[in-house]
Every structure is written in structure tokens, then in C-alpha cells.
């Protein structure tokens, strides 16, 4: 973290201090009204927030001293009990194709003119949470609403602009973990979810609704929930809201992340905490392959295969997603599939078709287990997938009511627990450590979201490289070397570190290498996969190398 010295300051309630860098243009999204708005969020839930997070750690420990999550036996009356969530939106009834993306300008313009149902405009995984970012994004969603944004590329001598037709906007803040540096309340780093939330509910609410929204929303995307006590909280935020803007109640609509292993055993309660503003919920499947490592962090006989092993053919993985189908549609709200991390791969012709082939498997799959929609990571597979899923749905909007999966009524704790089959190889090992660092030094740079050899990299799957590094290392996993087992010693992994960078180096150019933050990003990527204890998230020990303060007292110089 660093300080400097800057004239202009913002125009901060009393108890909030903004120590960002002063803009003109930011200073119009944190107005005092704006400030005061989110002071009061979190002023009002910051003991709830306390507790569940607190709450995440017990949990935790339980499951470090060789306990395992499960189904809560006091809340089995909500599981089966006759309920449903409030009924979808009309202008989301159809939400076949969504695609993600950073709040970046260029990004936000072509992905709401990509012929998706929706964009899930991201300030979590795919964003890098510096203090720029942060503010251009809400800058950006601002002008988006509106219908006024446009982006010059003097590169290319190109301007963009919207269609006339575009996705429907979801905004996905941070998750209630992620502190907001930059923003002091009391005396306290604001919560970062309720920053995002917050700037942009109260400068977009009423022009979403006129138009984005058709009378409805905003709508939201929420991630990295542990536990149905958090949805509560989120609830109670949406609830808030709309009082503070004398709107409807429930017409803020939430999509929920299932991204966690605790809470594929919660999907029941969370729907139940927020059905009068819920809108489903959607397979995290990248984070939920890191939230298994995580959570049964401290068991040895539950060692992960390669990354490229777990994938939805997997029992536990297969069990998840058919759980979700089965539970959204019965409680009548969509149940969306995961994301399609491929990118189109220009100049290899055979490579690129067999991309796409495996896109199109992916999302044959999804569809026919009764997803209602899915998420692609880049504006190039929204025809093929849509044309999966065109088929799938014949015609209709979604397929609640139609597909029921009551097959998966009977998915219990040890199928969502299976371990997971597969090698361990040093190839695997190498993979994580060459993403897990480059993703990381272009985090530190203000990059979030990457492409690494064809595929769409963001914290989550640089989270699944770091923890499953860690688990091996942990545990001296043997790993397939060409036929010849291997155990993993630290010794091993900082041959295997050396050579990676120098592998990095030659793949990006020295010039790059030398004025990139590669050595810095290897720096903290190593330190965790070799930490004593496993750390929550990569993010939070990096998270300081971007925080830069201003000082206010400057402004008077």
C-alpha cells in the first residue's frame, strides 16, 4: 500500500473517507448522496457481515478437524416444505446464452452488442480491484444504462457504440470477504460488495428500470456465498434499497453464484432467503472446483487429478449441477450452467474446430440435463452455443416447469462429496504454476480477466492452480513424470518454478518479462503454494500491492 499527495477531494459525508485518486468524472458517481447511501449499507449490516464471516471460519475448523459439510438437519423443513420464489421477469424469462466480462469500456460495449441474453458486467473474479478499475466501471455501467456510452479506438480509427438491441445488464459486485481499501466508514475499510452494490443501485436504479428492465430490477449476480445466512443479509440489502428508492418490493432480482462446496448443501436456503427478489441460481462450477480443495483442505485422501481432469463428467461435479436443476426448477426459478472458458483460436484451424467441438458437447450436456441457460467468456461462442441451446429449448423461453429432474431428488452428501478420479502429473503441476503466475502479474497491473494457452483465466481458475499446488505439496503428492512417479518436495517445486519462469520469459519476450510484475507475481503465487496454512484466497495477500491512498489534507497545498 502506498500514499500520495493530490489536489481535489471528494465530497465525503461525515465518517467516510474516500482516500482514492481525486477525477472529475469519479467525483460524479461518489457524491456525498451516493456515500451517505452506502455508509448506511454497511453502518447497518456491518455486525451481520461480522458474524458471518465469522461464521465461514467456525465452519472452517470443523472441517480442518475432519469434519465434512452436509445437509443442515434444522432447516430440513425448508427442503421439504411447498414453496416457490417470485416469478421470473418478464424481459428474463430468456436467458439461453450469457456472457461475463470485466466493467471495462470496450468490453461493456461489445459484450451487451454480443447477441447474449445477458452480460454479467463482473467487478469480482474477472476485475482487478484497483482503484481505477473500480471507479471507470461504475463510470462505464453509469453512461451503459443510459445509452451513452461509446469508446474510441484510435488504433483501429473505430468508434463503438450500443446496438439497438442489447443483453440485458446483470452487475456482479464483489463478494462479502473482499474489503474496499479506498473507502473508509468509521474508521473501517467499507465492504466491497456493498460499495459496487451501492454506487451503482443508487445513480442507475431509475433509468434501468425505464429501460434496461422494462419496469423490472436491476438485476444482480452474487458470488461466493457459504451459507443461507449470507443470502439473508443480501436480501435485507435489496429490501433496503428499494424502500430508500420507493420502489416495489422484489424488484430487485439476484441470480446466486453456487461457486462453494458449503453451499451446494444450502441451494434450498439461500432461494428460500431471497424469493422474493431471487432469479436463480447458476453453476460457479471453476470456483467450486477451488472451494472443494479449500474446504477439505486438511483431508489427504481427498487429492485432486490435473485440472483439466475435473470436469463435469465427474460424479461429484455431475451430481452439483443436476442438484441445482433439480432444486431451481422446483422452487420455479432458472438454473444456468456453467462457463465456457474456451477462446477462438486464430491461425490453427484444426485447433480452433476442436475448441469448438468441445463447446458444443459442453452445452449439448448442460442442456439436456435441464439447464436453462449457460455462461461463454468470449463474444465468439455466443452463435454456437446459442444454436445448442435454440434446439434444446424448442422454442420456449427456459425450461421451468418442463424439466424436473426428479431423478435428483435422491442426491445425497456422499455424491456431492465423491472424490474425484484422475492422474497427477508434473505436466498439470507446470500448467498451474506458468497460469497462476502470469495471471497474477497481470492482476497486479490492473488486468483480471486473461487468455492463457486458449482458454479465458480470472481469479478462479488461478485459485484452482494455487490450492491445488498447495494440496500436493502438502501432502507429497505422487506425481506422473513420463511414466516415472515422482513426490512432490518443496525442492522439486522450486526446480519446477525456476523453469517455468524462464518458460514464461521466452513465451512473452524479455523486453515484456523485464517491465511486466512477473517476478513479484512469482514472489506471492510461491509463498502461498508453500504456506504452512492454506490462505482463503490469492487475492487478499495481493490485494495490498494495489491499494494506493491520497491524501486529503494535500488538496489545501
Not at 241 to 246: I, V
Not at 333 to 344: D, E, K, N, S, T
Request: with cysteine; aromatic share 10%.
Amino acid at each position: 500500500m502506498t500514499t500520495s499527495k493530490l489536489a481535489g477531494y471528494y465530497d465525503a459525508p461525515e465518517g467516510v473517507d474516500v482516500r482514492g485518486r481525486y477525477d472529475e468524472e469519479f467525483a460524479k458517481i461518489l457524491t456525498r448522496e451516493a456515500l451517505e447511501f452506502v455508509a448506511g449499507l454497511q453502518r447497518q449490516f456491518r455486525r451481520q457481515i461480522r458474524h458471518a464471516m465469522e461464521s465461514r471460519r467456525e465452519a472452517q475448523r470443523r472441517y480442518d478437524a475432519g469434519g465434512l459439510p452436509g445437509f443442515d438437519p434444522t432447516t430440513r423443513f425448508i427442503r421439504e416444505s411447498d414453496w416457490v420464489c417470485a416469478p421470473v421477469p418478464p424481459p428474463i424469462a430468456n436467458r439461453m446464452v450469457e456472457i461475463t466480462g470485466p466493467v471495462e469500456r470496450k468490453m461493456v460495449i461489445n459484450a451487451l452488442n454480443s447477441g447474449a441474453k445477458v452480460f454479467m458486467a463482473d467487478f469480482e473474479d474477472a476485475l482487478s480491484p484497483n482503484w481505477e478499475n473500480l471507479m471507470k466501471g461504475q463510470v462505464n455501467l453509469r453512461d451503459a444504462v443510459n445509452g451513452t456510452i461509446s469508446f474510441e479506438d484510435r488504433e483501429r480509427k473505430r468508434i463503438y457504440k450500443l446496438n439497438e438491441t442489447t443483453a440485458k445488464l446483470f452487475v456482479r459486485p464483489r463478494g462479502w470477504h473482499l474489503k474496499e481499501g479506498h473507502i473508509l466508514i468509521d474508521g473501517e475499510p467499507a465492504v466491497g460488495c456493498l460499495v459496487d452494490f451501492g454506487l451503482f443501485f443508487f445513480h442507475n436504479y431509475a433509468a434501468y428500470r425505464a429501460t434496461q428492465g422494462q419496469g423490472f430490477g436491476p438485476f444482480f449476480y452474487l458470488p461466493k456465498m457459504e451459507h443461507s445466512r449470507e443470502a439473508r443479509i443480501w436480501n435485507s440489502v435489496f429490501n433496503r434499497a428499494e424502500e430508500s428508492a420507493s420502489i416495489p418490493a422484489g424488484s430487485i432480482h439476484a441470480t446466486v453464484l453456487i461457486e462453494t462446496l458449503p453451499a451446494a448443501f444450502q441451494m434450498n436456503e439461500i432461494l428460500y432467503e431471497l424469493r422474493s427478489h431471487s432469479a436463480g441460481l447458476n453453476c460457479g462450477r471453476w470456483d467450486y472446483i477451488f472451494s472443494y480443495v479449500k474446504t477439505l483442505r486438511a483431508h489427504p485422501d481427498r487429492l485432486l487429478p490435473d485440472r483439466v481432469s475435473v470436469g463435469m463428467w465427474q460424479s461429484m461435479m455431475r451430481s452439483y449441477s443436476h442438484l441445482l436443476i433439480f432444486t431451481c426448477h422446483r422452487r420455479g426459478v432458472h438454473a444456468l450452467g456453467g462457463m465456457a472458458a474456451q477462446i477462438p483460436i486464430r491461425g490453427d484451424p484444426a485447433a480452433h474446430a476442436k475448441a469448438i467441438e468441445a463447446v458444443r458437447s459442453d452445452k449439448l450436456r448442460e442442456v439436456q440435463a435441464g439447464h436453462d441457460g449457460t455462461w461463454a467468456a468470449h463474444p465468439g461462442l455466443i452463435g454456437e452455443i446459442g444454436k445448442v441451446f435454440e434446439e434444446g429449448l424448442a422454442g420456449r423461453e427456459n425450461l421451468i416447469g418442463v424439466v424436473r429432474r426428479e431423478d435428483a431428488a435422491g442426491i445425497g452428501e456422499e455424491d456431492l462429496l465423491e472424490r474425484p478420479r484422475g492422474r497427477r502429473t508434473m505436466e498439470g503441476l507446470r500448467l498451474n504454476t506458468r497460469v497462476g503466475i502470469q495471471y497474477m502479474a497481470a492482476w497486479l497491473t490492473g488486468t483480471g480477466s486473461v487468455p492463457l494457452y486458449n482458454l479465458m483465466e480470472d481469479a478462479a481458475t488461478a485459485e484452482i492452480s494455487r490450492v491445488q499446488n498447495w494440496q500436493w505439496i502438502r501432502y507429497k503428492a505422487l506425481l506422473d513424470a513420463e511414466g516415472v512417479e515422482l513426490a512432490l518436495t518443496p525442492e522439486l517445486f522450486a526446480r519446477v518454478v525456476e523453469e517455468e519462469m524462464g518458460r514464461i520469459e521466452r513465451e512473452v519476450g524479455t523486453e515484456k518479462f523485464r517491465r511486466g510484475m512477473f517476478k513479484e507475481a512469482c514472489s506471492i503465487f510461491v509463498r502461498q503454494c508453500m504456506a504452512a496454512e492454506l490462505d482463503d484466497f490469492l487475492t487478499l495477500d495481493a490485494y495490498n500491492h494495489i491499494v494506493i491512498h491520497h491524501s486529503r489534507a494535500a488538496s489545501t497545498l
